[in-house]
């Protein structure tokens, strides 16, 4: 459970940064938010691996979780377009993290199968 709280820790620290990158365009001093989010963020993630998280897990989630909340709260906060084609995109990353998720646990039950044969 832990690790999954710092997942979403270090997605809404990637989020937070990449939306103040866009605003510190008019507001400069927003870049010091820019670089703590990002710092946070990567420290975060080092410590969702460290909890045991794979590293193919992780970064997909975070790196489509960031994109996804990016472009939707974009549109809320600075008025980017969100096409239905963005949101195929969208839909479409979602279903490949989730595909490395099931493709993970999978080989992790394949794995654990093989070392119970051998010990028998």
Known sequence: MK??????????????ATLSLRGALDHP??????????IGA?????????????????YGIWGASGVALTAVLATFIFGDPLTA??????????????????GTQAAHARQNQDTQGAAS
């Open 85 to 102: 084609l963005m949101g195929v995109g969208i839909a479409l990353v979602i279903a490949g993290v989730l595909c490395v998720e099931l």
């Open 29 to 38: 001093a927003l870049y010091l938010v820019v670089a703590a989010g990002y």
């Open 3 to 16: 690790k999954w709280l710092l997942l979403v820790a270090a997605i809404l620290l990637e989020v937070t």
């Open 42 to 58: 990567f420290t975060v993630l080092s410590l969702v691996l460290r909890a045991g998280l794979p590293l193919g897990v992780a």
